[in-house]
């Protein structure tokens, strides 16, 4: 999760979106993974519990924290 100060002394959390396996989608730490369309704004689709999302998902979770840093998503990048 990305934290981001604002002016004034708020704050800001943010999902962090990551690319695996051929899928873009956020992983929140309270609210876990949600798909995201290819330009990183949040996808209206509902997965069921058969779609090859989750199988991706889970072997992502099983990536060290270095490795799935390296999935890590940035805007505007290919």
Known sequence: MSLHILPGGGFLTCADVYEYRGFIFEN????GPSLCRKNGELSNRVLGPKSRFWAAFEEWQKLGEDEREKTRWQRGTP
Do not use: A, K, R
């Open 28 to 31: 929140h730490s309270y609210l």
